[in-house]
């Protein structure tokens, strides 16, 4: 099994900068990609960006794009989110989620274990 903690939510006004940190610990070997994902509410669950262990490979929503930068620390069995330029419309439970096996990198579906969420509140 796997587990992953996720950490660095919290509250920042418009324009600022957090960054999310996912802990994986247990079968780490296992693990092809990680991925973010976020849930407002009343809202769907949707991607954000991913990353490949391996190849350090990248996917990103268009949402995200120019604005977030996923990174990985092998060694900490560590990925990064870095959340710069924030909106309130960022503002959702931030999940860190893992694929055993290569997949859809933005499907939800397709992601085998998942951390409790952190909250974002991005403040106008």
């Known amino acids: 099994q796997v587990q992953l903690v996720e950490s660095g939510g919290g509250l920042v006004q418009a324009g600022g900068s957090l960054r999310l940190s996912c802990a994986a610990s247990?079968?780490?070997?296992?693990?092809?990609?990680t991925g973010w994902f976020r849930q407002a509410p009343g809202k769907e669950r949707e991607f954000v960006a991913a990353?490949?262990?391996?190849?350090?490979?990248?996917f990103y929503s268009d949402s995200a794009k120019g604005r977030f930068t996923i990174s990985r620390d092998n060694a900490k069995n560590t990925v990064y989110l870095q959340m710069n330029s924030l909106k309130p419309e960022d503002t959702a439970v931030y999940y860190c989620?893992?694929?055993?096996?290569?997949?859809?990198?933005?499907?939800?579906?397709?992601?085998?274990?998942w951390g409790q969420g952190t909250q974002v509140t991005v403040s106008s």
């Open positions: 989620a893992a694929q055993a096996l290569r997949a859809t990198a933005w499907a939800a579906s397709l992601y085998d274990y």
């Open positions: 247990g079968r780490t070997l296992r693990l092809d990609t």
């Open positions: 990353i490949r262990w391996n190849e350090g490979n990248t």
